[in-house]
């Protein structure tokens, strides 16, 4: 299955919102790769010169170069073309989904009424939801994760898969594959006859990476967790739309409620980088008190690392942090998955921390796996 | 702003500036670039009607509606919006190159 199953609950461009999109997808590369590269050459030309000249030293460390390029002109343009480019991605997404809605309710309550669901969602009100999630439109998705107007309002979750197939369209990343199907190939071929029967998909956002593993376990229960509704209800209807049973809850992924040993199977994908260290570090020791013995964590990311990027190049990627509201890209662009996978009880030789790639070569994920003795 | 707003946002205005001098130029560039975006709908919407045309001699709207562009139809117009995105922002480009000969010279001395 492809990352973007068609299904009754994606909203469908019209001809012209398709143009939209494939118009401002190839404006952000342009902007994001090509003028984005001349960045650096601005930099050594002028203000590199500029705050020596100063400072009486040449600037040391992503800080220190950040205070000698925001006042540069070229960065400055390139900057709000930058953001435009991710607003305009947004709008465009925006336009198909507020113009589809009334269709996408009917299919919502059409699929999320029946008697006969194959799966289920529990919505629990005291969850945490972390502040910075309450109050930040997170990568510029307009109204964030915490947008909820209503008892069947699925929007939140409706912009994260469109808004996610438009940014990864744009960027080139092959969409053949999703991302659990990436990881259950690297499963296969790191414990080959794994065969979980039941599955945990930590902050599983629009559900996107849960329905794999129903698709290619079906005799494993799969469950499914994130923090905010309209995330969950898109993923629950989504999920009934493609006819795959997911358990979903609005859970935190370091303070679940599931009972010890209860899964074979934990996973994550593109959590980390969304949550603080500290929960990142309860994540793994939930993980970890989860898991029966022999069973496996899995949390895949981007592949963002610092320890492997020079100073300008973090100061570059840090972009995201400050200007495509990531309130976590810095804290996990220098986190330590293996240390926190340590500390929560794992041995060291069940640890693996790397990279994966896309079996058509277009991007690599890193992974932070472990497999729990016994 | 997208076309259809209907519930409450922070405003834009409300992000960090990158010219806090100059808060004119960042909202012209979100200007320029949603004209940039909208030129190109209407000349992929002019190709979908010669396409359409050529085939078929004659169209309605709900035709362009319907009109699914195959892959060497998508391959052609990411072409033809590559081509249209370097021509647009060409002097952007042009100053890279200029900034990048520049550097070159001062390291060759």
Redesign the interface.
């Known amino acids: 299955m492809s990352r973007n199953p068609d299904h009754e609950m994606l909203g469908q461009a019209s001809h012209d919102e398709r143009a939209r999109l494939g118009i401002i997808g190839a404006m952000k590369l342009h902007v994001g790769r090509r003028l984005r590269a001349g960045n650096r050459t601005f930099y050594a030309l002028e203000a590199a010169p500029r705050f020596e000249a100063t400072h009486g030293h040449a600037p040391e460390g992503p800080a220190e170069i950040g205070t000698a390029m925001r006042p540069n002109p070229h960065w400055q343009l390139w900057s709000a073309m930058n953001r435009a480019t991710q607003e305009q991605m947004w709008d465009a997404v925006q336009d198909t989904l507020l113009r589809e809605e009334p269709r996408m309710k009917q299919a919502f309550h059409k699929l999320t009424d029946r008697p006969d669901k194959r799966g289920s969602l529990e919505l629990d009100p005291d969850c945490r939801v972390p502040v910075e999630v309450r109050q930040s439109e997170i990568h510029l998705q307009p109204g964030g994760y915490v947008l909820d107007r209503g008892d069947d309002d699925f929007l939140a979750g409706a912009f994260y898969e469109l808004g996610g197939a438009a940014y990864s369209q744009a960027q080139g990343i092959g969409t053949k594959q999703s991302k659990g199907e990436i990881i259950i190939g690297m499963l296969e071929a790191q414990y080959p006859g794994f065969r979980p029967t039941r599955i945990l998909d930590m902050a599983c956002s629009a559900g996107s990476s849960s329905t794999p593993y129903a698709q290619a376990f079906p005799d494993a229960e799969v469950h499914a967790i994130d923090v905010t509704p309209g995330l969950l209800r898109y993923a629950h209807a989504r999920a009934e739309a493609l006819g795959l049973p997911v358990h979903f809850y609005q859970q935190h992924v370091a303070e679940t409620k599931f009972p010890d040993a209860s899964f074979d199977l934990v996973v994550s994908h593109n959590a980390m980088h969304e949550i603080s260290d500290a929960d990142a570090a309860g994540m793994m020791r939930e993980s970890y008190r989860l898991l029966k013995p022999g069973g496996v964590c899995v949390h895949q990311d981007v592949p963002l690392r610092f320890d492997q990027l020079d100073d300008y190049m973090q100061f570059d990627y840090g972009w995201d942090h400050y200007y495509n509201c990531e309130p976590f890209w810095l804290v996990y662009a220098n986190n330590d998955p293996q240390a926190m996978l340590l500390d929560a009880g794992f041995a060291d030789d069940d640890v693996y921390v790397g990279f994966v790639e896309q079996s058509d070569k277009s991007m690599r994920w890193y992974v932070a796996t472990a497999r729990k003795a016994g | ?7 409450e ?2 405003s ?1 205005e409300t ?2 500036a ?2 806090p001098d100059e808060p004119i ?2 909202r012209l ?2 200007v320029v ?2 004209l ?3 030129l ?2 209407v000349r ?2 002019l190709d ?1 009607v010669e396409r359409l045309l050529a085939e078929k001699g004659s169209l309605t709207s709900a035709d ?2 319907a ?1 699914a562009p195959g892959d060497n139809v998508d391959a052609e ?2 072409e033809w ?2 081509t ?3 021509r647009i ?1 060409a002097d ?2 042009a ?2 190159d200029a ?2 000969r ?2 070159g010279q ?1 390291a060759s001395k």
């Open positions: 702003m997208a076309a259809s707003d209907n519930f946002r922070p834009r992000r960090p990158f010219s130029a960042e560039v979100r670039m949603n940039a975006a909208e190109a709908v992929e919407r979908t362009i509606e009109f117009r990411r919006r590559e249209y995105v370097r922002f952007l480009e100053e890279i900034a990048q520049q550097a001062r």
